[in-house]
Structure formats: C-alpha cells, structure tokens
C-alpha cells in the first residue's frame, strides 16, 4: 500500500476512489436521488448534459466571463499592489476601498452591480472584483518584502529602474503574484458563478444550476457542479502552465 | 572618496568618532577592529546609505564605487555568471564574466545557482561581481570570509592584478589580509 502511494497518479486515483465510495455508501444511506444523488446518477446526468448544445454554451460562456474578470482582476489588482507599495499616500488613499471590497458580501455587491450592468455583465465584474483586493494585497506584500540587501546592493552597481525591476522586484513579487493566482482562480469561479444563479444570463452555468434546484433535478445539479469544478481545475492548470512557460522564457 | 572627521552613532550610541581617511589616487586602505566598533558602518557611510551625524563624506561627481559587501547579496534566481554579467560592462572590465569566474577558480559552476554554491564560492562571486563592475574605489567589507588560507591568498592576488589602479578599502578582522592587499595604511576603530 506504501507502494502504491509512492507513485503519484495511483495516490491520486486512489484518493479520488474514497471519496467516491464514501459518497455512495452515503447514497444508499439517504436512499433518495431526490436529497442525494449516487456518483453514477450525476456521471449519467453529466454525459446527457454533454450531448446537448446548449451545455457547451452554457460552460464557454462563464468560463468567458470568469477568465475575463480573472484578468482584469488580476491585471488592475497588481498595478494598485505596486502604487500602494511605494506610495504611502496612495497606500493611505486606496486601502479603506480594498478593506470595503474584501468585506462586503458577494451576494450585495451581486444586486448592487445588477442595477448598473446587464445580467452577462454581472458574473464578469463579480469575479474581476472579487479578484481584485487578492491580487492587490499579495502584490503589495511581494514589493514590500523584497530584500532591501538586494536593493541596495542594485542601487550600489547603478541598476537603471528598469532592470531594477525586472532583477531584484519581479522575481520577488513572482511567488506571491503566482499564489494570487491560484487563490484568485477559485474565487473568480466560486463569485462569478453565483452571480450567474442572481443574475441569469441568457446562457450560463449559475443559471443551470439554479434551474436545475427550481425542477428538483438533483443529479443534474451535481452534474453541473461537478462541470465547475473541472473547468475551475483545467483553467487553474492551464494558467499555471502560462506562467511557467513565461517565466522561463524570461 | 574621503571621510573627513566623521562621526555617527545609533540611537545615540557613539559608532564613529572623528574617523578620516582618503581613498583617493589608488591608495589601498585597511579597516580594522572588533565586532560592533562601525567597520560596517563606515562602508555604508562611504557607499551614500547614511549620512553622518558630523563631519564630511567628500565623492566626486563621477566616482562609482563598487563593493563587496559583508553578506553576499547575490540574485538568488540567477546563476553565477548572470549574477556577474548584470554588472559587466565590456568597456569598464575587459575580462568577461566567464573568464572573470575562471579566473576566481569558478570556471565549472557558472550555471550554479547561488544556493548550490558554498559559501566560500558565493564569496568569490560576490568578489568577481565587484570586479566586473570596474568600479573605483573598491570597498571589500571581510571580502575572504569562508576562504581557506591558500584560497585567499591566491584570490587576494587576482584582485590585486584585476582591480588595475582602483583605491582599495579593504574591512577585516585579520591584519594577515591587508598584508594580501598591500595595504598602505591600516585604520584601527
């Protein structure tokens, strides 16, 4: 058994086998699809979800959404990182409207945003904002950690800023911006899918799995859920991929 | 590069008191003295990073010192070679990097990250780096730390033969290494 675990995607299956035991031996407990759906009820769900068109729209379009707010998120996020970093008066300024962000729940920032933006819009703010006091705070705090050793000593041999940047900041601030990714992935996804169930975009996950809650077809909300996680998951590994695949190349 | 009567201390602590010294036309210089008497701090004082509390720190407009400092302060994410190419430039050093690192005995671990280096190999970058530079003065704060004797004698000898007519500040605790540099004066704090 040592053995087995040893070997990483066995680790993994193995893992994944559990989990889906426990599941179904919790199935037969509750002995209705109605409450609780066995893996095989969702699984069927899922294939009979896949071969319609309307499935394909649905995942493209919020995962569109997610990804578009991600970046945006990520993109303004870091920018405010470094300008909070170095300036104490943008820094005093700007702080009270990420602790605002942070603090506020989704779900009000959901009914507020709606009043503004069209229901396809929503889910796409909801993540870029949810991603957006991540991105800023783990920046922040990778300008603010980096070596004051090594900037000195960038300072003593007359670094020009740019390279500055690119030797000593960046590949300070690369951990944690690739940490703020990770994180700001599953939020994007977990906001920008809620916001689809309140807002209902004409196509969207959010809106199926609200649909599928109002009809009480349980298999096909997990059978949606379950479209969520592995989207979420490919996305995360193809970022990860970018990124690395970036970095090397520089 | 000069100090004129240079005082500082710490929170009120006196570190420095009255210390001069001229590093000007090629002199090569030697700090002495124990932990906590402000070698450290001198070097930091003639590198711009604090200001004394009295006296003077005179530099002329187009003086570029270059430093070897007490910690390493290497890139960690760039291997040898690029630690010491980010510095280089071919009309202030004639050496390249590689041959510089050759040069420092490093010749099989350019592509070695800081962290796969010892601390004594970490040194001879942090020394090779300061070279390629070209700057002068050349301010060595315990450059030969975590050097064996024959080590340190062969390398002081390189950078005597590198560092061409560069004025010399050399920080240490071991009279035995201004003897290396051919120190002219040695300055006990």
Same mark, same amino acid.
């Given at each position: 058994?040592?053995?087995?675990?040893?070997?990483?995607?066995?680790?993994?299956?193995?893992?994944?086998?559990?989990?889906?035991?426990?599941?179904?031996?919790?199935?037969?407990?509750?002995?209705?699809?109605?409450?609780?759906? @066995?893996?095989?009820?969702?699984? %069927?769900?899922? *294939?009979?979800?896949?071969?319609?068109? $309307? =499935?394909? !729209?649905?995942?493209? /379009?919020?995962?569109?959404?997610?990804?578009?707010?991600?970046?945006?998120?990520?993109?303004?996020?870091?920018?405010?990182?470094?300008?909070?970093?170095?300036?104490?008066?943008?820094? @005093?300024?700007?702080?009270?409207? %990420?602790?605002? *962000?942070?603090?506020?729940?989704?779900? $009000? =920032?959901? !009914?507020?945003?709606? /009043?503004?933006?069209?229901?396809?819009?929503?889910?796409?703010?909801?993540?870029?904002?949810?991603?957006?006091?991540?991105?800023?705070?783990?920046?922040?705090?990778?300008?603010?950690?980096?070596?004051?050793?090594?900037?000195?000593?960038?300072?003593?041999?007359?670094?020009?800023?740019?390279?500055?940047?690119?030797?000593?900041?960046?590949?300070?601030?690369?951990?944690?911006?690739?940490?703020?990714?990770?994180?700001?992935?599953?939020?994007?996804?977990?906001?920008?899918?809620?916001?689809?169930?309140?807002?209902?975009?004409?196509?969207?996950?959010?809106?199926?799995?609200?649909?599928?809650?109002?009809?009480?077809?349980?298999?096909?909300?997990?059978?949606?859920?379950?479209?969520?996680?592995?989207?979420?998951?490919?996305?995360?590994?193809?970022?990860?991929?970018?990124?690395?695949?970036?970095?090397?190349?520089? | 590069?000069?100090?004129?009567?240079?005082?500082?201390?710490?929170?009120?602590?006196?570190?420095?008191?009255?210390?001069?010294?001229?590093?000007?036309?090629?002199?090569?210089?030697?700090?002495?003295?124990?932990?906590?008497?402000?070698?450290?701090?001198?070097?930091?004082?003639?590198?711009?990073?604090?200001?004394?509390?009295?006296?003077?720190?005179?530099?002329?407009?187009?003086?570029?010192?270059?430093?070897?400092?007490?910690?390493?302060?290497?890139?960690?994410?760039?291997?040898?070679?690029?630690?010491?190419?980010?510095?280089?430039?071919?009309?202030?050093?004639?050496?390249?990097?590689?041959?510089?690192?050759?040069?420092?005995?490093?010749?099989?671990?350019?592509?070695?990250?800081?962290?796969?280096?010892?601390?004594?190999?970490?040194?001879?970058?942090?020394?090779?780096?300061?070279?390629?530079?070209?700057?002068?003065?050349?301010?060595?704060?315990?450059?030969?730390?975590?050097?064996?004797?024959?080590?340190?004698?062969?390398?002081?000898?390189?950078?005597?033969?590198?560092?061409?007519?560069?004025?010399?500040?050399?920080?240490?605790?071991?009279?035995?290494?201004?003897?290396?540099?051919?120190?002219?004066?040695?300055?006990?704090?």
């Amino acid at each position: 058994m040592k053995r087995l675990f040893e070997n990483k995607t066995i680790k993994a299956l193995l893992v994944a086998a559990f989990w889906i035991f426990v599941w179904q031996c919790a199935a037969w407990a509750v002995g209705s699809e109605l409450l609780l759906p @066995s893996p095989a009820d969702t699984a %069927r769900a899922l *294939v009979l979800l896949c071969v319609k068109p $309307s =499935f394909w !729209i649905s995942c493209a /379009l919020t995962l569109l959404r997610v990804f578009a707010g991600f970046v945006a998120g990520m993109l303004l996020g870091s920018a405010l990182g470094v300008l909070t970093a170095i300036s104490g008066f943008a820094s @005093s300024l700007l702080s009270p409207l %990420r602790s605002v *962000v942070k603090a506020t729940p989704v779900t $009000s =920032f959901i !009914i507020l945003v709606l /009043l503004y933006l069209s229901s396809t819009l929503t889910p796409m703010f909801i993540a870029f904002l949810m991603v957006l006091p991540i991105a800023w705070t783990n920046v922040a705090n990778g300008v603010l950690s980096t070596d004051a050793q090594l900037i000195e000593m960038a300072n003593v041999f007359g670094f020009p800023k740019a390279k500055k940047l690119k030797c000593v900041y960046a590949p300070s601030v690369l951990p944690h911006f690739l940490s703020a990714c990770t994180t700001g992935l599953g939020f994007a996804w977990k906001s920008g899918v809620t916001a689809e169930v309140i807002a209902h975009p004409e196509f969207g996950i959010g809106k199926a799995i609200y649909e599928s809650k109002l009809y009480l077809e349980t298999p096909e909300l997990f059978a949606w859920t379950a479209a969520v996680i592995l989207l979420s998951i490919a996305l995360e590994k193809l970022v990860i991929l970018l990124l690395g695949r970036i970095v090397k190349w520089n | 590069m000069e100090l004129r009567n240079v005082s500082f201390s710490y929170d009120g602590k006196p570190v420095l008191e009255n210390v001069s010294l001229d590093l000007s036309g090629g002199r090569h210089i030697c700090v002495m003295g124990e932990s906590g008497r402000g070698k450290t701090t001198l070097m930091r004082l003639l590198l711009g990073f604090i200001s004394p509390a009295s006296g003077e720190v005179i530099r002329s407009e187009n003086e570029r010192p270059s430093a070897v400092f007490q910690e390493d302060r290497l890139l960690p994410w760039f291997t040898a070679e690029r630690n010491v190419r980010e510095v280089w430039s071919k009309d202030r050093f004639a050496l390249s990097p590689k041959e510089l690192l050759s040069e420092m005995e490093l010749g099989d671990s350019l592509d070695k990250l800081p962290k796969e280096l010892s601390g004594g190999m970490q040194r001879r970058v942090a020394i090779a780096r300061a070279l390629a530079f070209g700057g002068d003065p050349l301010l060595l704060d315990e450059p030969f730390k975590g050097l064996d004797v024959p080590m340190r004698e062969r390398i002081a000898k390189k950078v005597l033969d590198l560092a061409g007519n560069a004025s010399i500040l050399l920080i240490t605790h071991d009279e035995y290494e201004a003897k290396l540099l051919k120190c002219d004066e040695i300055i006990r704090l």
